[in-house]
């Protein structure tokens, strides 16, 4: 069964980081390429940022610079550092397996709050 529990999530002021991790069990994590989503308040949920079983990543326009996905094989585990936050990054953010839109099987969330 797979299983995906985001962590790392918290309140920071406008300029602030924060590093998000997400712990994946119940496939072979290896072989999968992984994505990050966000949900704000009152909005759809998008896209972030993929990362693939290659290593190749890439990232919506408006984080990219800013934020940096990767991940540990070794430890089945994905990241997503956040720098040079903004108040328009506030949303709940989720580690999903695979490529597809919409995620077939994503964690429960992490919350991420921006303040100015």
């Known amino acids: 069964q797979v299983q995906l529990t985001e962590s790392g999530g918290g309140s920071v002021q406008a300029g602030g980081s924060l590093k998000l991790s997400c712990a994946a069990s119940g496939y072979y994590f290896t072989y999968c390429g992984m994505r990050w989503y966000r949900q704000a308040p009152g909005k759809e949920l998008e896209w972030v940022s993929t990362i693939y079983s290659t290593g190749y990543t890439s990232s919506k326009g408006s984080v990219a610079g800013r934020f940096t996905i990767s991940r540990d094989n070794a430890k089945n585990t994905l990241y997503l550092q956040l720098d040079s936050l903004r108040t328009d990054d506030t949303a709940m953010y989720y580690c999903?397996?695979?490529?597809?839109?919409?995620?077939?099987?994503r964690g429960q969330g992490t919350q991420v709050t921006v303040s100015s």
């Open positions: 999903a397996k695979g490529e597809t839109f919409p995620p077939a099987e």
